[in-house]
């Protein structure tokens, strides 16, 4: 759902900026109380992850495709201000480098791909973990859901978008009808993909998935300012070791070589048809006065390195490069912005007694 430039006017383009950079300025303060020392790397390597992910389209109807656009994943393994940041990297990378999404809609995709997906889905996902049995599967089941709906609601906010600077003049309920029911279709995908993962990673290592803290705690009662046992409250389940405890290395090395594998082999396979707003664009007319990428000389242009002639090659490189800049690029962001030792209290047990309490 990259945007390319063109597809919106200058002024729409400049507000959307606007919104996107105070957006990325919250989260940056935000993201200081869900990472530390241990959580920074692995927000880079997810992002490196979506990253890889976004390569690999998959068909969801004739002669369409869809891809990752990631914000629900982001958002249930490293925090609502975190995902933001991911898809953003993600996104910034994809512009500059892949002549991937307009530089001058960078502000619209941002907007859509990383605030809105980010915040749907973590809402959606937040009230169903409220409801849902306070289990592993429930966290799980809450993802899926959670992703399938951000699908659709980016597509609402890009018909939203084209229908207040749309370059073109064409029937906002066409567009709105088709963006809507192919991208429900996408969101079915990005469901499944976010879900497997999420219940990968929370298999091994719950601990660092920022939407499952807190499972298992006993329920807690606030009695003159101090949080207390409950009465009758069954004993939690075990709690797992403690985060200082236990390495992450290993979950590290995998995820890299997992997205690296997925970007560099995997991508190959994909499938070439065009995208859900490709699709919709070149059959409603919207593409009429798209723009030429600005870094469409880029020797990375369009997934590939220049001058590679093997496509399998020259694809598989790219993605290479693409996952290990993103990776160092987020990693820095994230230790920059990281909760320092000593500061305040962890995230861990901060939001355990938040979800705990009532």
Not at 158 to 176: E, H, N, Q, R
Not at 224 to 236: H, I, M, R, S
Not at 331 to 351: C, E, M, Y
Request: aromatic share 6%; charged share 15%; hydrophobic share 50%.
């Amino acid at each position: 759902m990259h945007v390319p430039d063109g597809f919106i006017n200058a002024p729409t383009s400049a507000v959307t900026g606007v919104i996107a950079a105070g957006a990325v300025a919250v989260s940056l303060r935000g993201a200081r109380r869900e990472l530390d020392e241990r959580t920074a790397p692995l927000a880079g390597l997810v992002a490196a992850f979506i990253f890889a992910v976004q390569m690999l389209n998959f068909p969801v109807a004739a002669g369409t495709s869809g891809h990752l656009l990631g914000g629900a994943l982001a958002a249930i393994l490293m925090g609502p201000y975190t995902g933001v940041l991911c898809v953003s990297v993600v996104l910034l990378m994809q512009g500059i480098l892949f002549a991937d999404g307009g530089l001058t809609a960078l502000g619209v995709n941002i907007t859509d791909m990383a605030i809105v997906t980010t915040v749907v889905a973590y809402a959606l996902f937040r009230g169903l973990v409220k409801v849902l049995p306070r289990t592993r599967r429930s966290v799980t089941v809450a993802s899926f859901v959670a992703a399938l709906v951000s699908v659709p609601a980016a597509a609402l906010a890009f018909t939203l978008l084209y229908w207040i600077g749309g370059t073109t003049d064409i029937a906002i309920g066409k567009v709105a009808t088709a963006m809507i029911g192919v991208h429900v279709l996408i969101g079915i995908g990005e469901a499944a993909i976010t879900a497997l993962t999420v219940g990968a990673v929370i298999a091994v290592r719950p601990d660092l998935v920022y939407g499952a803290r807190g499972l298992g705690q006993r329920l807690k009662l606030r009695v003159n300012g101090e949080l207390v046992d409950a009465p009758g409250t069954p004993d939690a389940a075990p709690a797992p070791a403690a985060p200082a405890a236990r390495s992450h290395r290993g979950l590290w090395i995998t995820g890299l070589v997992t997205s690296l594998v997925l970007a560099g082999f995997v991508s190959f396979y994909a499938s070439a048809n065009p995208d859900g707003l490709e699709k919709v664009a070149t059959d409603k007319g919207i593409d009429a006065k798209a723009e030429e990428h600005a870094n469409a000389d880029s020797p990375l242009a369009d997934y590939g390195v220049e001058d590679i002639a093997n496509a399998r090659v020259s694809g598989g490189l790219a993605g290479v490069i693409g996952v290990g800049v993103t990776v160092v690029a987020g990693s820095a962001v994230f230790w920059a912005v990281r909760r320092r030792r000593g500061d305040d209290t962890s995230p861990t047990s901060t939001d355990t007694s938040t979800d705990s309490k009532v």
